[in-house]
């Protein structure tokens, strides 16, 4: 009786274990079939596709977790891993899989990555308490942002422009830039005043981004995630909006980035990717630049654009490459080139300017067909808190020309020296499209005054005629 007793009671717990087992088995053939060309067979981050991505695909084995809601140096909970598989890390090669992957086989995908680091089966995992405050502080936190020196790596204005970024590139022999808080969606683990106060509190492990659990109060925390939060004004890196309308001013055009006269030129908000390298061939992962924005002025004999985006670090070169910006047009109404470097079929003008203010001129009908010309149009450019602001100038006629109502294709580009971009290596935008706006013509503008005052006219004589 009691054999059968201890029987019965072997032959459940092996039922119950049976889901488990089965759970892993099933997460592993998921990660082998769409994990693995990033994390390694065996979870140690160096599948073949892994190869010149930064950051590197996370060591699944050594398990440095950077989201958590655990403290720093813990191992992420359960619902940590599912939610980073469902979410992904914006702003890495990591996407997230909930769009491909149900539930259930997230959760499968959670026991498989686990089994991997023999690290899950002894360590503790004791979760935050999630913050109970809900007033909110921005003005309190901005000032903990100064006092806790957040600003050494992210900068007074949160582009991550803090004085040691550079440093960390080299302490750490690859760019390491504190993230731009401006861009509240490529926080990796959200950007909710909650999610915010975790990655305070705990720190990312295996990142100089440390614990702040043991410096600063709970409430100071809280009001230090609300202001940060608060950070987050950069819109969204999606656009639909193409064309780059020059609009008309009278007089010359402005020389300095915060000349009034530009907020009458609408702003074109231009997302960039990396480009495509070809040695080794991958594409570039992660360019600094996300965004540009884009505006332009004519005045009827020259044309001029104002270039502008985030980058924390201002390399004028040395020993690392200058920053730089590309303007790359099409011909006028015609078709969009290849975009690197035109083709056969299509030739690209390029206008090249490198921080310190030296310009090139080229004409390029593919990669063996570049001509360097006299530059015909100047550059200037500004550097500050973690934004660079570069104007180009041309005269209106040339080449390229630009016509009233016409549309010349336009592509922009930028590289950020000290993350290592030169050649190639760059962020990148798709063809858009510039115009100059239509001159107000003054013959139209006279035509009008005369039929109103002919209509005036009428309208007295009609009524004088009814008085009498
Ligand atoms: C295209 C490459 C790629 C693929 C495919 C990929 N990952 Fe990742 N993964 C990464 C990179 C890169 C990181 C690290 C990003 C960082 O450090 O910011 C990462 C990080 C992670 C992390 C760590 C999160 C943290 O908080 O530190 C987990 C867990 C993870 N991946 C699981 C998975 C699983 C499970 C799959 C398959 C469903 C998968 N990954 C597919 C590239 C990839
Ligand atoms: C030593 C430099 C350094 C200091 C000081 C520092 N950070 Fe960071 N911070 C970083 C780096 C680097 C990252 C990006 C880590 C990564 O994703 O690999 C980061 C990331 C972050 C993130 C993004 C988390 C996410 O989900 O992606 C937030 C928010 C943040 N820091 C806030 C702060 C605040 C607030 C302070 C001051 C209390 C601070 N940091 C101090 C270097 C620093």
């Given at each position: 009786m009691r054999q059968s007793a201890v029987l019965l009671a072997v032959v459940s717990s092996l039922f119950a274990s049976l889901p488990h087992a089965g759970a892993q088995e099933v997460g592993r053939e998921i990660y082998q079939q769409?994990?693995?060309?990033?994390?390694?067979d065996e979870g140690?981050?160096?599948?073949?596709?892994?190869?010149?991505?930064?950051?590197?695909?996370?060591?699944l084995v050594r398990a440095?977790?950077?989201?958590?809601?655990?403290?720093?140096?813990q191992l992420p909970t359960d619902d940590d891993i599912f939610n980073i598989i469902s979410?992904?890390?914006?702003?890495?090669?990591?996407?997230?899989w909930n769009a491909i992957l149900d539930e259930e086989d997230i959760w499968n995908l959670v026991s498989y990555v686990k089994s991997?680091?023999?690290?899950?089966?002894?360590e503790p995992r004791n979760p935050l308490d999630p913050p109970l405050l809900s007033q909110i502080d921005v003005d309190r936190g901005e000032r903990i942002y100064k006092d806790a020196k957040?600003?050494?790596?992210?900068g007074v204005a949160g582009r991550?422009?803090?004085?040691i970024t550079t440093r960390l590139a080299f302490d750490w022999g690859l760019p390491y830039s504190a993230r731009?808080?401006?861009?509240?969606?490529?926080?990796k683990g959200g950007s909710e005043p909650q999610e915010i106060y975790l990655r305070i509190t705990?720190?990312?492990?295996?990142?100089?981004?440390?614990?702040?659990q043991d410096l600063l109060s709970d409430q100071d925390r809280w009001a230090l995630a609300t202001y940060v939060a608060s950070?987050?004004?950069?819109?969204?890196?999606?656009?639909?909006?193409?064309v780059v309308a020059a609009a008309r001013v009278d007089g010359s055009l402005p020389d300095?980035?915060?000349?009034?006269?530009?907020?009458t030129a609408r702003v074109v908000l231009v997302p960039l990717a990396g480009q495509v390298v070809?040695?080794?061939?991958?594409?570039?992962?992660?360019?600094?630049?996300?965004t540009a924005t884009i505006r332009a002025l004519w005045n009827g004999a020259e044309v001029g654009f104002l270039l502008e985006w985030n980058d924390p670090t201002e390399t004028l070169g040395g020993d690392i490459f200058p920053d730089s910006a590309f303007l790359q047009f099409g011909d006028l109404n015609g078709s969009k080139p290849?975009?690197?470097?035109?083709d056969g079929n299509g030739a690209v003008r390029i206008w090249h300017w490198q921080a310190g203010d030296r310009v090139e001129e080229w004409t390029a009908a593919?990669?063996?067909e570049i001509d360097t010309r006299l530059a015909a149009f100047r550059a200037t450019g500004v550097w500050r808190d973690g934004r660079w602001h570069v104007i180009f100038r041309r005269s209106?006629?040339?080449?390229?020309g630009f016509e009233a109502g016409e549309f010349l294709p336009i592509l922009i580009s930028v590289r950020d020296g000290a993350n290592g971009e030169t050649g190639n290596i760059r962020a990148i935008s798709t063809w858009l499209y510039a115009t100059i706006e239509p001159t107000r013509s003054l013959r139209s503008v006279l035509v009008f005054l005369v039929f109103l005052l002919g209509a005036v006219i009428v309208e007295l004589s009609v009524l004088a005629r009814i008085r009498r």
């Open positions: 769409r994990c693995s060309w990033c994390h390694g140690r981050g160096d599948g073949p596709s892994a190869v010149g991505m930064f950051p590197p695909p996370r060591d440095d977790y950077k989201i958590r809601s655990t403290p720093h140096g979410r992904g890390l914006p702003g890495t090669p990591m996407q997230g991997l680091s023999p690290r899950f089966e002894g957040c600003t050494l790596c992210h991550g422009e803090g004085e731009d808080l401006t861009r509240g969606w490529t926080l705990g720190g990312l492990n295996g990142t100089p981004m440390g614990p702040y950070l987050d004004r950069e819109p969204l890196e999606t656009s639909e909006d193409f300095s980035f915060d000349d009034p006269a530009w907020e070809q040695d080794p061939p991958s594409r570039w992962w992660t360019p600094t630049a996300g290849y975009f690197l470097l035109g593919g990669a063996l209106a006629t040339g080449d390229p």
